[in-house]
């Protein structure tokens, strides 16, 4: 096998995502036949000893694979950790998936925002998920201030201008009406930073409250079951987790077994 680049073989290995192995390594965390490493060395991985924390490790390390769903609530941050000692996604899950399972959130949600996030150990899944040109839909209600109007809602639906470049045409509509305040339905293909807030705000109906109920096909109320209380999470169905892999063009997958708790 050629020489790769320490991030990638960390996330491919399951023992953290690319983003976290980053700061791993710029944390002189990570050693490379001994040496400390710098971000974007590569290495070997049949040839070379690769060790985290002064612990070697390798692929039959990888620990079980797991797919959660978190109904994450207002005020706790989408990061592992957080230097302004805020409670995060991962205070929300047991001693046992908290410690020593590289468990990590795949994207973010802002702090005051609310709903539904995906939590994994699997880097590679993160990767694919996160990188650009992989689009997966996600569902929003959204209240704003005011009552937007159809011609408002139409330049919303086919896209602006932010940060010197068009968002991608999303699906919004309107679902409730209460004095002064709008319940909208938004649907993204894309995530840029804080992108549906920002979009009501330049349209001039900021955000009061947003909360994201569904990841592509991925929902906090399945059909015919309650809604997953927030704080709460649960393990992805097999076909959740199918979907997630078929979206990333993977040809295979071993479906894994799924930690049992719900909730907190």
């Known amino acids: 096998m050629s020489d790769q680049r320490l991030q990638k073989i960390l996330a491919q290995w399951g023992i953290a995502s690319r983003r976290l192995a980053e700061q ?41 694979c797991v797919y959660l769903l978190l109904n994450k609530p207002a005020g706790v941050v989408s990061t592992c950790s957080d230097p302004r000692g805020r409670s995060t996604v991962l205070d929300l899950l047991p001693p046992k998936l908290r410690s020593g399972q590289g468990i990590h959130p795949v994207g973010r949600l802002d702090a005051d925002s609310t709903g539904a996030l995906l939590l994994t150990n699997d880097g590679k899944l993160t990767f694919c998920l996160t990188h650009p040109r992989h689009s997966i839909s996600k569902t929003y209600q959204v209240w704003v201030l005011g009552e937007p109007p159809e011609p408002v809602l ?38 840029r930073n ?71």
Not at 165 to 190: C, H, W
Not at 213 to 218: E, F, L, Q, R
Request: net charge positive; glycine share 8%.
């Open 24 to 64: 791993m390594i710029v944390a002189g965390r990570v050693r490379v036949n001994g040496n400390i490493v710098c971000l974007g060395q590569k290495a070997n991985p049949d040839r070379d000893l690769i060790e985290v924390d002064g612990v070697g490790v390798k692929p039959t390390d990888r620990p079980t």
């Open 154 to 191: 139409q330049e919303w639906r086919q896209g602006i201008i932010l940060s010197g470049r068009k968002t991608l045409p999303a699906k919004v509509k309107i679902l409730d009406r209460a004095p002064d305040q709008t319940l909208l339905e938004v649907i993204l293909s894309e995530g």
């Open 194 to 264: 804080r992108q549906i807030r920002r979009t009501a705000e330049q349209l001039g109906y900021p955000v009061v409250r947003l909360h994201r109920t569904a990841i592509g096909p991925i929902q906090l109320q399945p059909p015919g079951s309650p809604i997953l209380p927030p704080g709460s999470y649960r393990p992805l169905e097999d076909s959740e987790i199918i979907f997630l892999w078929n979206l990333v063009s993977l040809t295979s997958i071993s479906v894994p077994v799924n930690p049992q708790e719900h909730s907190i």
